[in-house]
């Protein structure tokens, strides 16, 4: 019962922290691209049609943990084994369509330095990028701190496009700056590749942020072996049981969004005698390993005579 509140509790709160998320990048979008129109800035524009992608994916993270938190009998007949799949495939997604619309931008921003630049005026882009760079500073920080305490991949891969526009906005902010500096100076003709420039070296470094969190997703869809430091405290409970009864062990995890798959079958000799209380135990034991990773946990645990070895 503790356990499901927590986890309702933790829902709430994810579901508040996106909905704040698409408020803000809302808000910073309509600013972003009205001002890149203004300024005839394709940087600005750059951030500010990121921040609307970011609304639309948002949005859909918002739906998907509506269909995650939905429990109903039809839902057990066509998912038996859950929908913690869910969110891998919609980080997946994600991801996919930030790294294109960088690739969109990147090439776009080489076209611009080969036909000779573009001219902006530094100073509203300034402005404009110390605002946002303020704005998403916030968030980033907000969205990391409380997903300490929730352990949601989806706050993860949220914090990371805020990142992700937070290098935007402080290379933003360094490379108008340096525009700025050179406006009235023989290095003058200079600031009209700035823009295009920036749009380059912005898009070429955040479309890592989207990549870490596409490897990262696509290793859960394939079942890769999960990370040593959650597999290690499981692996060292099967040990110390594997010694009581005097037997060999086969353990299997994969972690799946916010799921943790365990397997653990024994195979035990004739003679060990095990109950349904010991396992019980074992499976007690894994668990509250388990929960200490922020996972909700599927456990089975096996028993196999020594005559059934293969």
Known sequence: MASLLKSMTSNMQERKLIIISIAVTLFFSVIGIFWGILS????????????????????LSLIVLHQMSLQTERDEIRFPFGKAH???????????TLIGMCSYSMAGAVSDLLSGGAAVEPGP?????AISTMGCGVIAVLLRERNKRIGSPLLDAEKNQWLGDLLLSIGV??????????????????TEYADPLMVLLA???FIFLPLK????????LMLVRIADNIAYPINQIATEYAKQLNSQYKLRMVAVGRELNIELNFFAADEVNINIAKMDEIRMAVAEAAELQNKKHWINVNFTAQTCWV
């Open 203 to 205: 898009s070429s470094v």
């Open 125 to 129: 882009a300034i402005l404009y990028a």
């Open 86 to 96: 869910f969110e891998p495939l919609l980080i997946v997604f994600k991801s996919l």
């Open 40 to 59: 005839d800035s394709s940087m600005i524009m750059f951030d500010g049609i990121y921040s609307l992608f970011s609304v639309a994916l948002s949005g």
């Open 173 to 190: 902010l360094m490379g108008f700056t340096v525009a700025y500096q050179l406006e009235g100076t023989r290095w003058h003709s200079f």
């Open 213 to 220: 969190s596409l490897f990262s997703a696509g290793k859960e």
